[in-house]
Nanobody, 122 residues
Framework: QVELVESGGGSVQAGGSLRLSCAAS?????MSWFRQAPGKERGAVAA????????SYGDSVKGRFTISQDNAKNTLYLQMNSLKPEDTAMYYC??????????????????WGQGTQVTVSS
């Protein structure tokens, strides 16, 4: 069992930046960020494979968001720059083992954090 605890959400004006953190209680193979706005499906933001450090991003955040990890601290980060009002959502950290499919599918993840709210005003 792996526990995930997010932090770092908040309110910011458009064009601003925020950094989210996710502390994991144990080893995971792939860690990702998802987000969900009211009335919308949970969508993939970014993922990192913890051994290779290979990353993947959703099209809407490429060039603006950066996912990274600190293996010594078992902590995942999401640096969000040039934020837009459409980035407003609850952001969730997720993790899974090696036997999974597409990184962008929420159904592939076994462990989830409680979420942290990001609000971007225009």
């Amino acid at each position: 069992q792996v526990e995930l605890v997010e932090s770092g959400g908040g309110s910011v004006q458009a064009g601003g930046s925020l950094r989210l953190s996710c502390a994991a209680s144990g080893y995971t193979y792939c860690m990702s960020w998802f987000r969900q706005a009211p009335g919308k499906e949970r969508g993939a933001v970014a993922a990192i494979y913890t051994v290779s450090s290979r990353t993947s991003y959703g099209d809407s955040v490429k060039g603006r968001f950066t996912i990274s990890q600190d293996n010594a601290k078992n902590t995942l980060y999401l640096q969000m720059n040039s934020l837009k009002p459409e980035d407003t959502a609850m952001y969730y950290c997720a993790a899974r083992g090696p036997n999974g499919g597409r990184w962008s599918s929420p159904n592939e993840y076994k462990y989830w954090g409680q979420g942290t709210q990001v609000t971007v005003s225009s």
